[in-house]
Nanobody, 118 residues
Framework: QVQLVESGGGLVQPGGSLRLSCTAS????????MAWYRQVPGKERELVAG???????SYADSVKGRFTISRDNAKNTVYLQMNSLKSEDTAVYYCYAEVRTHRYLEVWGQGTLVTVSS
């Protein structure tokens, strides 16, 4: 079984920065694409940023130029550096990974709350 554990959420003022981390743990697995999603109450979960095994990246238009996704394959970890945060970035952020063990899996983290408020 593979688990994703996120950290780094919290309260930050508008214009501030946070870095989220997500580490995969388990046995005998390989990570493929990874991504960060976010969700606010009453709305659908939306893709924020994704990164391939080869570190190609993609971003939602709303975060381009402000957020940066990266990964450390040796540590089985994906990061989301969030700069110039806005109140509308307030959400629960979820880590997502495509994982292969003896079969293909899509795994989600438990979520970490980011609140942007003065």
């Amino acid at each position: 079984q593979v688990q994703l554990v996120e950290s780094g959420g919290g309260l930050v003022q508008p214009g501030g920065s946070l870095r989220l981390s997500c580490t995969a743990s388990g046995s005998a697995f390989s990570l493929y694409g990874m991504a960060w999603y976010r969700q606010v109450p009453g709305k659908e979960r939306e893709l924020v940023a994704g990164i391939s095994t080869g570190s190609s990246t993609s971003y939602a238009d709303s975060v381009k130029g402000r957020f940066t996704i990266s990964r450390d394959n040796a540590k089985n970890t994906v990061y989301l550096q969030m700069n110039s945060l806005k109140s509308e970035d307030t959400a629960v952020y979820y880590c997502y990974a495509e994982v292969r063990t003896h079969r293909y899996l899509e795994v989600w983290g438990q979520g970490t709350l980011v609140t942007v408020s003065s």
